[in-house]
Every structure is written in C-alpha cells, then in structure tokens.
Nanobody, 124 residues
Framework: VQLQASGGGLVQAGDSLRLSCAVS????????ALWSRQGPGKERELVAA???????TYADSVKGRFTISRDNAKSTVYLQMNSLKPDDTAVYYC???????????????????WGQGTQVTVSS
C-alpha cells in the first residue's frame, strides 16, 4: 500500500490549508485512516481519525478547526485545516489500516501503512 500526502505549505496564522492523502488501493473503503503530526521537538500525536464506517475522532487541540473526510471513490482522505495557529506547525502524516478493529481506529500504534509526510508551517 502506498500513500502520497500533499497540500502542506507555509501560511500565516488564521489561514486555511487542505491536506490530501491518496491511497493506492481501490478497496480504500475497507480501510480506516488517520492524520498524525510531529512538531519540532515533540512526539508524534494523533490529529484526526476516520473509521471505515465514517466514525470520526479529533484531538482536543484541533476540534472545531480541523475536519477529516474521505472520498472512497478517489481513494483519498482529506484534512481541512482552518484557523491555523503557529502551534499547528508540524510534519503531517497520513496512515491507513485495513485491519484495525472499530474500537481502535483512533489508535495510531495499530496502523502499519504511513505516507511520507507533508510540512505545514504557520507563521505568527
């Protein structure tokens, strides 16, 4: 399984970005997916996850600002990021799993397929 993340960039605080992650599987509808990020000097943290059935989980720090979605026909998962803050600066990674059970779809340790990451930098 190959994942190609895109959409990162340098923006100002308050701006918006949309990240995309294209997955090389026509059976993408059978995969759970998530976005994770790693900021400078920080551990990788979950940003948002979406299950096969459309269940969604967000980190508290992004609730109300970020939206995860999926287009199974395009085998793509998106992360719409609004009202960006300097603290959102990080490398953002997408990941998918065909086997994670529903109860654990937000547990990034259970994901084995990861994209290469896309840099998001938010200036103040």
């Amino acid at each position: 399984v190959q994942l190609q993340a895109s959409g990162g960039g340098l923006v100002q605080a308050g701006d918006s970005l949309r990240l995309s992650c294209a997955v090389s599987r026509r059976t993408f509808s059978q995969y759970a997916a998530l976005w994770s990020r790693q900021g400078p000097g920080k551990e990788r943290e979950l940003v948002a996850a979406i299950s096969r059935s459309g269940g969604i989980t967000y980190a508290d720090s992004v609730k109300g600002r970020f939206t995860i979605s999926r287009d199974n026909a395009k085998s793509t998962v998106y992360l719409q990021m609004n009202s960006l803050k300097p603290d959102d600066t990080a490398v953002y990674y997408c990941a998918v799993s065909p086997s994670v059970i529903q109860s654990y779809y937000a547990d990034q340790t259970r994901y084995s397929y990861w994209g290469q990451g896309t840099q998001v930098t938010v200036s103040s």
